[in-house]
């Protein structure tokens, strides 16, 4: 609920995220070899992040998933995001998370061209969360952690609960849902949404 | 809205389809052969109608999709229900379409044991339906063809509208969506959801 106990609605843009994943400084160098860094394939929507030309494939004891994408810069702890589809195609059930929350999530083994990283976590479904800039965080009296909905039109005309609010120098305005939030939606990025505080 | 003008709500358990076909007499002999007849595998909640043994492989011009299975017993006119999610790993962007509709669809090329169908069209994402007996319809006032809403519990809440009631002496009752959408709201199959007249 907004400022002043009144329910606000705005419309924003969403992105909607395909598979991808983030690796730590150390899984990098095992994967692409000492030294390695990451190298800008195409600037995404959340200020100093990048789809890199780098790709892994994800091993899992009841599958293969290739060409999984890394998302730069490196990060602390290495993440990867798969869609429930995604994950039911290699037999993962992982949790629903928001990033960095990795704590009991099933691991994996990553393959790169220069080697293999086996991790004991870090695979999850990314819960829908709004990124939003401080200004406009409050402008709508939202905060980091808050929990909104979002409402689609169209043919599939959806209203997604539980979106969380992301906000911080860091984040730029933008709603993010995976493939199967899309599909189901029947969503596309670029598309506008109802966001309901 | 149900009858005298009032929303009504009520629970239902979903069945969640995943990727299948339904085959013509012409295709079924095309691909298994003079005179060969589905075999049943396994029943499934709408009345007469099961998974068959027989699977078929999908060949579109960007991809091959493999052991889809059919759904019995043979209809009029062959049809394939892919997710969204499905339907782009082949290259294929389907309507949403209620079951039976299928002018104007993309096609592909089935392939089975005994040899392959050319299919002109019949390629559809199923719009999410409600199947109700005549007893059910008729208590909560809902008729063909009506729409109405249904709305989940649990971490990925979501409220689906655009829901199409199919009811008649052959339906059963079950709310019926892809796995894009059980995916997308946290559901398996026998999970129940509130329907909104």
Redesign the interface.
């Known amino acids: 609920m907004g400022e002043g106990g009144v329910y606000v609605e705005f419309s924003i843009g969403i992105g909607v995220s395909a598979r991808h994943l983030h690796l730590c400084q150390k899984d990098m160098a095992k994967l692409f070899g000492p030294g390695a860094i990451l190298h800008i394939k195409k600037s995404i929507s959340q200020p100093g992040q990048f789809a890199a030309e780098e790709q892994v494939t994800l091993l899992t004891e009841k599958g293969r998933m290739m060409k999984l994408r890394v998302i730069g810069p490196l990060r602390k702890e290495t993440q990867i995001e798969l869609?429930?589809?995604d994950a039911?195609s290699v037999g993962l059930m992982p949790p629903?998370r928001s990033s960095g929350d990795v704590l009991g999530t099933p691991g994996g083994v990553l393959i790169g061209p220069a080697g293999q990283a086996n991790l004991e976590r870090g695979i999850i479904v990314a819960?829908?969360h709004l990124h939003l800039c401080p200004e406009t965080a409050a402008k709508y009296g939202l905060s980091d952690g808050e929990v909104v909905s979002m409402r689609t039109k169209g043919?599939?005309?959806?209203?997604?609960?539980?979106v969380v609010v992301r906000t911080g120098e860091r984040h730029a305005d933008e709603c993010h849902i995976d493939?199967?939030?899309a599909?189901?939606?029947?969503l596309s990025s670029g598309d506008t949404v109802i966001i309901i505080t």
């Open positions: 869609s429930l589809t039911r629903i819960a829908r043919e599939r005309e959806t209203v997604f609960y539980n493939t199967d939030e599909n189901a939606g029947g």
